[in-house]
């Protein structure tokens, strides 16, 4: 336990070194932090989104808004996280759960999202938790146990509807693989009310907000996307350059390395280990498949930290591949050897890769800060209303101002600030084109924003008298 309590308190080192913990919100963290935010209106919170990570942050962002002070309690929180959800496969495959931990909390998906206000990190390591435990009552029956699997499998429907429903057919899937019979009575029940966790509210605030389940599906279907389709392409790209072409880019060889790595070693766990640690290698190979299936196959949206849950079962079972390694005839020493080699390789690549995203991050993320600074400092103290093509969530929530989109219709955008402009507020435009009257007509007087380094970004307002 001690060692996976020393990879917890690594991982939040490690985000604390690269990571900037000032860097302004993402668009999707603005949209959630607006929800807790104890200034201000919530923010465009459509039917693809679930409430449970703004619940968890709830705590720090009723006391205070400081951003800082938000991302430090994510990094606590998900390195606590990060110790439950491989501490409970300790007693399953004992120290092959602290070298997944490392693999995971090595990860640049882990330590990169650890402080960002966004669900996914926290949804693998809730399933992750949900899982262990499960097998581990296997073993070994309690209702200690039962209870966990039960908060845990919950917390990940809560987090991330899509993604506790996929758990708890990964968990039924585990009952066949290990052929029990102890798992079918107990948690069954136990299962379902999990899964009650996260649906009820979801399908309440569907019929309060969205006219009804199915109406919400549809319009997530219609933000997101859906039907067959292969991104099998686009996540391997991204694992490696996580954003756009041109800006980060791992050498394809590095992403192959550290995917490879990973995969021999899951599978070296599935057919190397003891029967016990193959059955389980096997269920954590099955669940990694099962939640990247739905993104790889499906939705037409893609984020590599969609890939999050999948890279912490995987790490499960190249974790069980090093244990084994380290039971091998070989001797401990070899393993030793070779497991440094590997950490100290996947390490290499993934702490330069997220230190390049993170880089990228909050160099992105100015921009909208100062766009912000600049809308402010223009309205005076004035109630004001804007319109931008770019980050108007979180120019919003750093300005002040009520913010909206921009479209490419001169009369819509105008039309969008009607009501604004009746009630006599300051309204502007924030247009990252060389020519604003590509989106606006006459009536706009627009000017550089000198400030940014993208010359392109023009900040205009409207002439009443014009």
């Known amino acids: 336990m001690i060692w996976i309590v020393l990879v917890g308190l690594g991982f939040a080192i490690l985000q604390l070194v690269v990571m900037d913990l000032s860097r302004h919100l993402a668009w999707d963290e603005a949209v959630y932090y607006s929800e807790v935010h104890p200034i201000g209106d919530p923010l465009g919170f459509n039917a693809h989104r679930s409430r449970g990570i703004t619940w968890l942050v709830a705590p720090v962002l009723l006391v205070t808004d400081s951003i800082v002070a938000m991302r430090l309690y994510l990094v606590a929180l998900s390195s606590v996280g990060l110790v439950v959800a491989f501490a409970v496969w300790r007693r399953t495959i004992s120290w092959g759960a602290v070298a997944a931990a490392v693999l995971f909390g090595t990860s640049w998906l882990s330590f990169t999202y650890g402080s960002e206000l966004m669900p996914n990190l926290f949804s693998a390591l809730a399933g992750l938790t949900a899982m262990g435990l499960a097998i581990a009552y296997q073993a070994k029956p309690s209702s200690w146990l039962s209870i966990g699997v039960f908060v845990a499998s919950g917390l990940t429907t809560l987090i991330r509807p899509l993604d506790g429903a996929v758990l708890l057919l990964a968990l039924g899937i585990s ?154 005839n070989s001797g401990r020493s070899l393993a030793v050897v070779v497991g440094s080699l590997i950490v100290a390789t996947l390490m290499t690549f993934q702490v330069g890769i997220g230190t390049q995203w993170s880089e990228f991050q909050t160099e992105s993320r100015l921009v909208s800060v100062t766009l912000a600074d600049t809308l402010a400092a223009a309205a005076g103290q004035r109630p004001c209303s804007f319109l931008s093509t770019f980050g108007y969530p979180q120019m919003e929530i750093r300005s002040g101002c009520h913010g909206g989109r921009l479209t490419s219709d001169a009369a819509e955008n105008l039309s969008l600030l009607s009501e604004e402009l009746a009630a006599g507020n300051e309204v502007f435009a924030l247009v990252a084109s060389n020519d604003p009257t590509k989106f606006l007509d006459a009536s706009w007087h627009c000017s550089k924003v000198s400030s940014v380094s993208d010359s392109r970004w023009h900040l205009c307002d409207f002439a009443r008298d014009s």
């Open 175 to 328: 009952m066949f693989i290990l052929r029990s019979t102890r798992l079918s009575r107990p948690f069954g029940p136990a299962l379902l009310g999990a899964l009650a966790i996260g649906i009820v509210p979801w399908a309440i605030e569907s019929w309060a907000r969205f006219g009804g389940p199915i109406e919400r599906l549809e319009q997530t279907r219609r933000l997101v996307g859906g039907g067959l389709t292969n991104n099998l392409g686009t996540y391997a790209q991204m694992l490696g350059a996580p954003l756009t072409p041109g800006t980060v880019a791992a050498a394809d060889w590095q992403v192959a390395i550290w995917l490879g790595l990973l995969v021999a070693l899951s599978v070296l766990g599935t057919v190397a280990g003891a029967s016990m640690s193959k059955r389980v290698g096997l269920i954590a190979l099955v669940t990694a498949f099962l939640m990247t299936a739905p993104y790889l196959f499906y939705s037409e949206a893609a984020a590599p930290r969609f890939m999050t849950p999948a890279v912490g079962f995987l790490s499960i079972s190249a974790g069980i591949g090093v244990y084994a390694i380290s039971r091998s």
